[in-house]
């Protein structure tokens, strides 16, 4: 059985190199975060964290519909640079109609969140569907010199295998978690890595909080999941804080130097953004229930 998917007429984005260009105060960075995921009583006090705190968010999403929640939010906050991604369980849905997917993909500003997962979901036909979905996506960042965000969990050679042989110019590994191995590989690449919420919690993620090198480390906050995933309590964007304090403290840094080079980081990534696309065409695609 197969049911059409529409994505409904899109809202022109945001052009993320404006975020420079109009001198926006930037304070935090949130280089991971699941915008759309808030409930619509939740969203507008969300927003207002965000501009009160002054943190710049790449908002990814996980199919069309959470894009296109994500594009209507972002028109209301600066500081949300919004991307069109494929989470890793649901890519069996997508994988009958790649052609549909990449016109999706190269709609978006930024790519994400994309990626394998072989830690959490197991089934081999999955892991194929993955990488047919992950190699389109990678592929149209690469075309387009995007911004990719990624999921890696348990994958993490099979991502390595997949970036390096591409020409990509700007790559988050985000809540990496695998092996210091291939993550050196991965920073041989030229690739940032995120440190998020697991640093409050997961001693594995503070060795690699102390091992990314400076100029490799965005921070994130995988809200408003991430904090429920280890605590059941809702991530809301403050969480930043407590994430920048802990990996200062881990860094032998004050929060304020960490602060800085997190930020020139991500403007490193932002600047490298393509100018977007206009998004006002009407795309269809089909693509059968996972
Ligand atoms: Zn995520």
């Known amino acids: 059985m197969h049911r059409t998917i529409r994505q409904r007429k899109l809202a022109r984005v945001v052009n993320p190199s404006n975020i420079l260009a109009s001198g926006l105060d930037i304070l935090h960075v949130d280089a991971h975060s699941h915008i759309d995921k808030y409930t619509a009583v939740e969203i507008a006090s969300v927003l207002d964290e965000i501009e009160h705190h002054r943190i710049l968010t790449l908002a990814v999403s996980v199919d069309p519909t959470s894009y296109q929640r994500t594009l209507e939010i972002t028109k209301g906050c600066p500081y949300l640079v919004p991307s069109f991604g494929v989470q890793t369980w649901d890519a069996p849905r997508f994988v009958k109609d790649l052609d549909a997917l990449a016109a999706l993909t190269r709609n978006s500003p ?55 042989t591409r020409n990509l110019e700007s790559v988050i590994l985000h809540w990496y978690l695998g092996p210091l191995e ?7 690449c030229g690739h940032y890595f995120t440190i ?13 909080a102390r091992y990314i090198p400076d100029d490799r480390l965005p921070t994130e906050t995988d809200n408003p999941g991430g904090e429920r995933f280890h605590t059941g309590r809702t991530g809301r964007p403050d969480l930043i804080t407590r994430i920048e304090t802990s990996v200062a403290r881990l860094r032998a840094t004050d929060t304020e130097e960490l602060r800085c080079l997190v930020k020139r980081n991500a403007l490193r990534l932002v600047k490298a953004l393509p100018e977007p696309l206009q998004t006002n065409d009407v795309h269809r695609m089909k693509a059968s229930p996972s």
């Open 196 to 208: 998020g919420v697991a640093v409050l919690y997961d001693e594995h993620i503070r060795a690699i």
């Open 110 to 164: 930024t790519i994400g969140e994309i990626g394998l997962d072989h830690r959490f979901i197991t089934d081999p036909g999955s892991h194929l569907a993955q990488a047919a979905v992950f190699a389109t996506m990678l592929d149209c960042a690469e075309a387009d010199h995007k911004l990719v965000n990624i999921h890696s969990a348990g994958a993490e050679l099979a991502v390595l295998e997949m970036v390096r």
């Open 182 to 188: 291939p993550l050196g590989a991965l920073l041989d």
